[in-house]
């Protein structure tokens, strides 16, 4: 496809376009492939990906899906920094820690891709930090 003034004025936003449809239709070169689909208005052009998405705020940010089991649409994708995509990977864990009023023990839940968990239940807030970490 011949670059156009549009493409090159835009350039950060084409080239993300670009990687998402290399992403979506060459599975055998993406790690990140899991049957992910691609919107069909963002299909037919780049113009309505830029129209959807708009000019991306930073060098920095590049397009993110906010839901990770959902595929690339204006719904479903933000621009975002590598900070909040890190937050946002499937395997991301995090912690809650708080005291059960009833016992006193502090409870340690974690959520993984979305499920929440039973991490334990310590007798100080210094033994449920030092196994886990401070959440």
Same mark, same amino acid.
């Given at each position: 496809? *011949? ?5 090159? #004025? ?14 979506? /239709?060459? +599975?055998?070169? /993406?790690? =990140?492939? &899991? @049957?992910?689909? #691609? ?7 780049? !113009? ?5 998405? @708009?000019? *991306?705020?930073?060098?920095? $940010? ?7 089991? #959902?595929? =690339?649409?204006? !719904?479903?994708?933000?621009? *975002?920094? +590598? ?6 990977? %499937? ?6 820690? $708080?005291? !059960? ?7 340690? &839940?974690? %959520?993984?891709?979305? &499920? &929440? ?6 007798? %100080?807030? !210094?033994?449920?930090? #030092? ?5």
């Amino acid at each position: 496809m *011949a670059e156009t003034p549009m493409m090159k #004025l835009h350039r950060q936003e084409y080239i993300s376009w670009c990687a998402i449809r290399q992403r979506v /239709s060459n +599975p055998a070169k /993406s790690k =990140y492939y &899991r @049957g992910v689909k #691609l919107c069909i208005r963002w299909q037919i052009s780049f !113009e309505f990906f830029l129209e959807d998405m @708009g000019k *991306a705020p930073s060098p920095m $940010h590049t397009v993110d899906r906010k839901d990770n089991s #959902l595929g =690339y649409s204006k !719904e479903n994708c933000r621009w *975002a920094t +590598p900070k909040e995509q890190a937050n946002n990977r %499937t395997n991301n864990v995090r912690y809650n820690l $708080h005291q !059960e009023e009833s016992s006193g023990m502090w409870i340690v &839940r974690k %959520t993984l891709n979305g &499920r &929440r968990y039973n991490a334990g239940r310590y007798a %100080t807030r !210094e033994l449920a930090v #030092l196994i886990h970490g401070e959440p």
